[in-house]
């Protein structure tokens, strides 16, 4: 029995440990970088942006809501949307 635990065990801890947590975030865009497809709020926070989302339709000023998954250390977004 402690054969079949112990490795199922490890493969939970394995994937546990990579597995990406999501969150969402408000702010104001501070800046946005077109070339590396990033935008940064105003708390300091830079967001990757989707393919599916062209940054060129926001400003800086404009208040958004981003929704993210941290991945690799990065903030990936997977939607960007005007708040309110």
């Not at 999501?22 to 800046?31: E, H, L, P, Q, Y």
């Not at 940054?55 to 309110?84: C, H, P, Q, W």
Request: charged content about 20%; hydrophobic content about 50%.
């Amino acid at each position: 029995m402690k054969k079949v635990i112990l490795p199922a065990l490890a493969a939970l801890l394995l994937a546990s440990a990579s597995a990406a947590l999501a969150a969402d975030a408000t702010g104001v865009i501070k800046s946005i970088d077109m070339a590396k497809n990033t935008m940064t709020l105003d708390n300091g926070s830079t967001y990757v942006a989707p393919e599916s989302v062209k940054l060129s339709t926001f400003k800086v000023g404009d208040k958004v809501s981003v929704d993210y998954t941290m991945m690799n250390g990065k903030m990936e977004a997977s939607s960007i949307k005007r708040a309110s």
